[in-house]
Nanobody, 115 residues
Framework: QVQLVESGGGLVQAGGSLRLSCAAS????????MGWYRQAPGKQRELVAR???????NYSDSVKGRFTISRDNAKNTVYLQMNSLKPEDTAVYYC?????????WGQGTQVTASS
């Protein structure tokens, strides 16, 4: 059974930084795409960043230039470095692993950027 465990969330002042980590309970291969999504209260879950099997990344327009996604296949871990955090980045952040047609999700970690 695939389990994803996120860590690194917390409370930070606007302009600050946080680094999220997501560790998978199974070996992740270079051909598995992984991503980070977020969901703010009253809003739909949205894609924040994704890294595919070739290492290509894509980001939502709202985080481009501030967030960086990376992966370490040897550690079965994906990261999200978040800089220059804004109050509107406040949300629960979820890690995602794509295995063929299936999506696996972590339990989420709260990120709060206070103004």
């Amino acid at each position: 059974q695939v389990q994803l465990v996120e860590s690194g969330g917390g409370l930070v002042q606007a302009g600050g930084s946080l680094r999220l980590s997501c560790a998978a309970s199974v070996r992740i291969f270079s051909f598995n795409a992984m991503g980070w999504y977020r969901q703010a209260p009253g809003k739909q879950r949205e894609l924040v960043a994704r890294i595919d099997s070739s290492g290509r990344t894509n980001y939502s327009d709202s985080v481009k230039g501030r967030f960086t996604i990376s992966r370490d296949n040897a550690k079965n871990t994906v990261y999200l470095q978040m800089n220059s955090l804004k109050p509107e980045d406040t949300a629960v952040y979820y890690c995602n692993l794509e295995v063929g047609p299936f999506y696996y999700w972590g339990q989420g970690t709260q990120v709060t950027a206070s103004s």
